[in-house]
């Protein structure tokens, strides 16, 4: 007995999910997300910053129309914006003239002020005369240059303007990118195959869809706006200042390449950096995320400090990716600040000598150095920018990691069931099993008749659970095929199969909602009429009344409010709501007394009716009224028929009701 | 609050903090000097026609700007340092004293709130940390050391400055105003995308079994929409920031320009002199603008805080008694209620009322009851989950709140109702009950609780993985493997919540067995359905609605309690 039970173990070992990455089978494997968080793990991908860039600015495409006017809104808005020194400068020109034209006696010409000037000795300054708009005697016109400032202010009003409404939409675009994103998550959710979840922590997937999306959410919007209107804007003051002197922007042009250069160096080291933070963020998730979960284990046992280590160790991590990834990507800002302050200081020299020599005027230099300062500085804001958008591409790798996931098999629009289903299944040569090296289900057939009840016994990890998991299509077959009313579940959608298959799993799961929204999960349409009968079916109703909100009781995270026992009569009351055609009971009334469990069944057996049910269940009180008994043993029914018929056989079965009666004997 | 938490976090970094800060300070004079270099390049170069000296002033702006890039360099390298450092500490900080939660802080909170904000709501406040380091000692030095200069360059336009800052500080002002309430409802709806799709995760089975995904999609799809709103809100109000700063400080240029060229023609002032007041001007905008991404971040920043405040301020309900609590050095085992009893905070019908009855070393005592009947909270109390609302639990003779924690609890063992194992590998999963444990003992303990024939079939055996909630086991298998973690820790009380309920029959009755004479000098509590596993106990105890209807053994019990023959009559029936 002990060498069967060991082999069955063995089978059981692999029975529910697979120890993930070890010979997973080559069909189906995982992609992305680390083994259980906790080594560098599966699927690490090189940070390939272009492409992954340009997969995630693809995503903005269906927002083509808002992008394209507010990149219209930009250019004007920035083409304005840079207009203003220049007109700025003219209005300085307008006053050095005004206060070197007083230094002259009124009604000489500029040519005599200049001649004057030359013959004082002083070439430098006539040359200087030269370039401005000299008229002697005259103080500054404050006419004309009141009106150039009018011109200004109402060319800064209006780019003002125009930059609120570029941010305006781009502010809806990056939130429809951001929006659609987290959508195409929650639908690529129910796509991925079972395993995929059994496959890796909770916190590594929540950390995806929060942490990481909300750091693309947030790299978007910061680096969007800014880049756009810092790249307009070196345009612009290249255009302006190419209008003013073509050698002096050549110097300008000179610090552009400098900076990328340096740039480039930097990123490629940072970039990984960035992939390791978040990587490590997504770990930490999920270590902290277990020990919430687990918070009155950790305690009961007294593990808090061990725990807390656990946590250091990985805090610790993602604090030296981290700060390793800022500092790196800190270091573009001030290179290109100092490369931007070497074109300043050379534009200074040769523009002041320039001006000097009356080749260009002093409003022009004025200009001059006031657009390479708002030259430079987008272009400082450019390289620092792209520390946060390497950040944020980061990010968005790992999400879409997520989204490449191998998926399901499709599904297949197909044979529907007509008419009443009838609930009669067969399994037919079936064979499963988890993993390559390790056989669980080996050509398996089976019948069960429309209405009637069939019991799965056997010890653990005889593959009862498996049974189930493919029966309900949560995970394909290797060989064979299963029947519902001779259809091939496979031919048929799996809403279609689940549809007509109600469930109660050993292990309940409530969503944070009353107790009403809850039994009605599986029929939301249904009356409360029927909710009631439901509840009255499942004694749900008994202990409801007692609570002071009765049915509209919410059902908290922790569940603290209702007790396991009754958790587990809200879902078989789910499970007469949803009324199928067939009933898979996987363990279900383990938790509840068995005063409670014998009302259970005899109002199971009401339902039952004309339904197939599969129960799996350790109880053989439970297995008793069944119409057909299947003994499992590592994955292969030993035994098959009704009580009475196993207990003459003298069988494994009788072994098993002869230890659980000797026991009910001495309660009698 | 936001400034609480980071005066408190910061202060290991307090040294870094002003080296950060002169050299900032250094870098941000540097800068400063620059215009005024510019306007001595006009001033005095271009003016007076003086070619040497332009270029003299030209080297000097080359030694300068080396200056500031290498005492800029080093304080990035600090600032990453020391932010990054806060955002580790705090996060440390904040997981510790959830540690120290009892069960009711959890729930009020619940984990996915929890794991918001040790994660999301920290990095928060980290950023704008790093942020702010980059320009809160730039910023306003800039903007000082500019009003400065530009006074220096002509006092009379001054209240030009005057009049423009306060008017920038209102307009800004106004807009964040606007956007706090709006910070703190996104931090909330983020809370609840990640406690729906906890759920939907968690009960992937479920969604699937009953063809739910279309409905979860739409619940899905309501969190996102709303999280999706505020932030649209919140965007919109940033929207308006930047091109409001920016006009007023176009605005002030424009009056500069004004106001100056009448004073340069009054000749109260140079035109030099007006020219670097526009470049300082410039210099006051740059800072100003980097001051308003940088208050960009400080509602959402401020309201995170606010949030981990709220943690960091919740004192557990259940606490260590002062001054440490009792270690006592016998190790007995034995288990009192007096009188207990425990109703939820609010709560008009207590769960437990009046319970009483006890447990002595060597002895096995059953808890029965129906459903909801108040048996797992019954348990709870024993560790201090919860803590009574009346009467007392005694462990060895000494009431459980006296007792300091870690001594209290290496004393109990307990096997919960739902097995739940952390990720790792069996050894530690085992080891969780004694860390000094040897494998040899891990596999005694394994050998009672019938699990060493799985284990050992296992390719790796004890270093065999295990996935979180110990998903890759049977439910049988999670419940042997906790009961050998109770067993590895050599408690004095043993504490089984249903612990045998998913094991079929035969295994049930093998591990009982196996059991008794290792836990033959500890105190036995069992919580059970089944009355084969309970009644050889020397004492049962049932349960109804929170009270004790009857204690005895299974014969006394049997001729006395109705309830009780109720319970075994039904067992029986089924049975025959």
Redesign the interface.
């Known amino acids: 007995m002990s060498r069967r039970t060991a082999a069955a173990a063995s089978a059981e070992a692999a029975a529910t999910t697979p120890k993930s990455g070890r010979t997973m089978k080559s069909t189906e494997r995982v992609t992305g997300g680390g083994m259980f968080g906790r080594s560098g793990g599966v699927g690490q991908k090189a940070n390939s910053f272009g492409p992954s860039l340009r997969r995630l600015l693809s995503h903005l495409a269906p927002h083509r129309l808002k992008v394209g006017l507010l990149v219209a809104a930009a250019v004007v808005s920035v083409a304005l914006a840079s207009l203003g020194p220049r007109i700025l400068g003219r209005a300085t020109d307008l006053i050095f003239g005004g206060v070197i034209g007083k230094m002259f006696p009124a009604g000489m010409t500029k040519e005599q002020a200049i001649a004057v000037t030359r013959a004082a000795g002083q070439n430098k300054v006539a040359e200087l005369l030269s370039g401005i708009d000299l008229v002697p005697g005259q103080g500054v016109d404050f006419t004309a240059v009141g009106q150039v400032l009018l011109i200004v202010m109402g060319v800064y009003v209006l780019s003002s303007l125009l930059q609120f409404v570029q941010g305006y939409l781009l502010n809806d675009v990056v939130n429809a990118t951001v929006f659609g994103f987290r959508r195409s998550i929650e639908e690529k959710l129910n796509r991925l195959p079972l395993r995929y979840f059994d496959a890796q922590p909770r916190g590594e997937l929540l950390s995806r869809v929060t942490n990481d999306i909300d750091n693309v959410s947030q790299s978007l919007q910061q680096t969007m706006s800014q880049f756009l209107t810092a790249t307009l804007t070196v345009v612009f003051m290249l255009v302006m200042m190419l209008t003013i002197s073509p050698v002096l922007t050549l110097v300008a042009l000179l610090s552009i390449p400098l900076t990328m250069v340096v740039a480039i160096l930097v990123m490629s080291r940072s970039g990984k950096q960035f992939t390791q933070q978040w990587r490590r963020t997504g770990t930490l998730n999920s270590a902290i995320e277990e020990a919430y979960t687990g918070h009155a284990l950790v305690k009961v046992f007294g593990r808090q400090q061990e725990v807390q280590k656990v946590f250091e160790v990985e805090n610790d991590a993602v604090y030296d990716a981290s700060f390793r990834a800022q500092f790196l990507s800190g270091l573009i800002m001030p290179a290109a600040s100092f490369i931007g302050n070497l074109n300043y200081a050379a534009v200074a020299v040769i523009g002041g000598l320039r001006v000097a020599s009356g080749i260009l005027s002093l409003g022009e230099i004025q200009a001059f150095i006031q657009y390479s300062r708002q030259f430079t500085q987008p272009v400082t804001q450019i390289a620092s920018m792209i520390n946060m958008l390497q950040s944020g591409v980061a990010s968005a790798e790992r999400v879409f990691e997520l989204l490449d996931a191998v998926e399901e098999s499709p599904e297949v629009v197909g044979q529907r069931l007509t008419g009443e289903v009838a609930g009669r299944v067969t399994f037919e040569n079936v064979s499963f099993r988890y993993e390559d090296d390790r056989p669980l289900i080996e050509d398996l057939s089976l019948t069960a008749e429309p209405g009637r009840t069939v019991a799965i016994v056997g010890p653990t990890g005889a593959g009862k659970t498996t049974l189930v998991n493919l029966l309900m299509r949560f995970y394909e077959l290797d060989a064979g095929r299963i029947t519902l009313d001779g259809v091939d579940i496979a031919a048929m959608s799996r809403a279609e199969l689940r549809t007509n298959i109600g469930m109660v799993l050993q292990d309940t799961w409530l969503f944070k909602g009353t107790i009403r929204d809850n039994i009605a999960y599986g029929r939301p349409d249904a009356s409360e009429e029927e909710i009631m009968g439901a509840a009255r079916a499942a004694f749900v109703d008994r202990f409801v009344h007692s609570l002071p909100d009765g049915y509209d009781t919410v059902i908290d995270d922790e569940g603290s409010n209702v007790s396991a026992g009754e958790k587990q009569l809200i879902t078989i009351a789910r499970a007469f709501l949803a009324d199928p055609a067939l009933l898979i009971l996987d363990e279900a009334t383990s938790s509840v007394d068995t005063r409670t469990e014998l009302l259970l069944q005899q109002a199971m057996i009401a339902l039952r009716g004309n339904r197939t049910s599969f129960v799996i269940a350790h109880r053989l009180s439970t297995i008793v009224g069944a119409d057909t008994i299947l003994v499992m043993e590592e994955g292969r029914i030993v035994e098959r028929g009704s009580h009475e018929e196993l207990l003459q056989r003298g069988g494994s079965y009788a072994d098993l009701y002869r230890s659980q009666f000797e026991g009910a004997e001495q309660a009698a | 609050m936001l400034l609480r938490i980071i005066m408190r976090y910061m202060k290991p970094y307090y040294r870094p903090f002003w080296f950060i800060v002169g050299l900032q300070f250094v870098a941000t004079i540097a800068t400063l000097l620059?215009p005024s270099?510019?306007a001595a390049?006009?001033d005095k170069?271009?003016?007076l026609?003086d070619?040497n000296y332009?270029?003299k002033?030209?080297a000097i702006?080359?030694g300068?700007?080396?200056l500031?890039?290498a005492a800029?360099?080093v304080a990035?390298?600090l600032?990453?340092?020391t932010?990054?450092?806060f955002?580790?500490d705090l996060?440390?900080g904040v997981?510790?004293h959830?540690?120290?939660?009892s069960?009711r802080e959890?729930?009020q909170f619940?984990?996915?709130s929890?794991?918001?904000r040790?994660?999301?709501d920290v990095?928060q406040v980290q950023t704008l940390l790093?942020m702010s380091f980059?320009m809160l000692v730039t910023a306003p030095i800039m903007m000082v050391g500019g009003v400065i200069m530009a006074m220096r360059q002509d006092l009379g336009l001054s209240w030009l400055v005057a009049v423009a800052v306060p008017v920038l500080v209102a307009a800004v002002g106004l807009v964040l105003l606007r956007m706090v309430p709006g910070f703190q409802k996104m931090q909330k709806r983020?809370d609840r995308?990640?406690?729906v799709?906890?759920?939907?995760?968690?009960?992937?089975?479920?969604?699937?079994?009953?063809?739910?995904?279309p409905?979860?999609?739409q619940r899905?799809?309501a969190a996102?929409?709303e999280l999706?709103d505020v932030?649209?809100y919140v965007?919109?109000w940033?929207?308006?920031l930047?091109?409001?700063v920016?006009?007023v400080l176009?605005?002030s240029?424009?009056a500069v320009?004004?106001f100056?060229?009448?004073r340069?023609?009054a000749g109260l002032m140079e035109?030099g002199s007006?020219?670097a007041y526009?470049?300082y001007l410039?210099q006051i905008l740059?800072a100003l603008l980097m001051s308003t991404m940088l208050l960009m971040l400080l509602p959402r920043a401020s309201v995170s805080a606010g949030r981990i405040g709220e943690v960091l301020g919740a004192t557990p309900s259940v606490a260590a008694p002062l001054g440490g609590g009792l270690v006592p050095t016998g190790r007995t085992g034995t288990v009192e209620f007096r009188d207990v009893s425990y109703s939820?905070p609010g709560?008009?019908?207590p769960v437990l009322a009046n319970v009483s009855f006890s447990v002595a070393p060597g002895e096995t005592v059953a808890v029965?009851?129906?459903?909801?009947a108040g048996k797992?909270t019954l348990i709870?109390l024993i560790?201090r989950?919860f803590d009574v609302t009346s009467g007392a639990v005694l462990v060895d003779g000494i009431d459980v709140r006296e007792y300091e924690?870690?001594a209290l609890?290496?004393r109990?063992g307990?096997v919960?109702?739902?097995a739940?194992l952390?990720?790792g590998t069996v050894a530690s999963n085992l080891r969780?009950?004694d860390?000094e444990a040897t494998d040899a003992d891990l596999w005694h303990a394994l050998d009672i609780a019938q699990a060493t024939?799985?284990v050992?079939?296992?390719?790796e055996g004890l270093e065999?993985?295990i996935?979180?909630?110990g998903?890759?086991?049977?439910?049988?298998?999670r419940q042997r493997l906790a009961i050998a973690?109770a067993l590895v820790?050599r408690p004095v009380v043993y504490v089984f919540d249903?612990s045998f309920?998913?094991?079929?029959?035969?295994?049930d009755?093998r591990l009982r067995r196996a059991l008794a004479p290792a836990t033959r000098d500890a105190a036995v509590l069992i919580v059970a359905?089944?009355?084969?596993t309970i009644?050889e106990a020397d004492r049962i105890v049932v349960l109804d609605d929170g009270k004790v209807v009857g204690m005895g053994t299974?014969d006394e019990l049997l001729r006395s309690s109705p309830t009780y023959q109720?319970?075994?009559e039904?067992?029986?029936?089924?049975?025959?």
């Open positions: 620059l270099i510019n390049i006009i170069g271009i003016v026609g070619t332009i270029l002033q030209g702006m080359l300068v700007s080396l500031q890039v800029t360099i990035v390298y600032s990453a340092r932010s990054m450092g955002g580790r996060r440390s997981f510790k959830v540690g120290e939660f069960a959890l729930s619940g984990a996915p929890l794991l918001t040790t994660t999301n990095l790093f980059a983020i995308v990640n406690q799709l906890r759920e939907q995760i968690g009960g992937i089975r479920v969604v699937r079994a009953f063809v739910r995904e409905f979860e999609e899905f799809d996102n929409k999706t932030t649209l965007g919109r940033m929207a308006v930047f091109p409001l920016m006009l176009n605005a240029t424009v320009l004004w100056g060229g009448m340069v023609d035109i007006m020219t526009l470049s410039l740059m939820y709560a008009t019908h029965i009851g129906s459903t909801g797992t709870s560790p989950l924690p870690d609890w290496e109990i307990i919960p109702q739902k739940y952390f990720t969780y009950g860390p024939g799985f050992s079939a296992m390719p065999s993985p996935a979180q909630g998903t890759n086991v049977s439910g049988g298998q973690r820790r249903d309920s998913a094991l079929d029959v035969a295994t009755m359905q089944r009355v084969a009644q299974h109720e319970i075994v039904s067992q029986a029936q089924v049975a025959a």
